[in-house]
């Protein structure tokens, strides 16, 4: 199994941005689409967005335009630039291959303050 450790996480003002990273364990992750997912409390994970192993990426609508996600095969790593942050966004974000799940990451937690 390819091991995810999700960091980057922390607490910010409406507005702001963060920039989360996904590192994967081993080379298999350069070959498989990846996806962030994020799940609030008492709601359940949703897909965020994905990138293709060649970088071509869809999101959520409620955040294209807000986030992008990037990767690098070279360093086994996927991004997540966050900015113009809401409330809503809080929660915890968790990144996966796509379509099929290696084991969940411990995630880390965005937390948005109004």
């Known amino acids: 199994q390819v091991q995810l450790v999700e960091s980057g996480g922390g607490l910010v003002q409406a507005g702001g941005s963060l920039r989360l990273s996904c590192a994967a364990s081993?080379?298999?992750?350069?070959?498989?689409?990846m996806g962030w997912f994020r799940q609030a409390p008492g709601k359940q994970r949703e897909l965020v967005g994905t990138?293709?192993?060649?970088?071509?990426?869809n999101y959520a609508g409620s955040v294209k335009g807000r986030f992008t996600i990037s990767r690098d095969n070279a360093k086994n790593t996927m991004y997540l630039q966050m900015n113009s942050l809401k409330p809503e966004d809080t929660a915890v974000y968790y990144c996966n291959a796509v379509p099929f799940s290696w084991t969940w990451g411990q995630g880390t937690q965005v937390t948005v303050s109004s």
């Open positions: 081993d080379s298999r992750f350069s070959i498989n689409a």
């Open positions: 990138i293709t192993s060649g970088g071509s990426t």
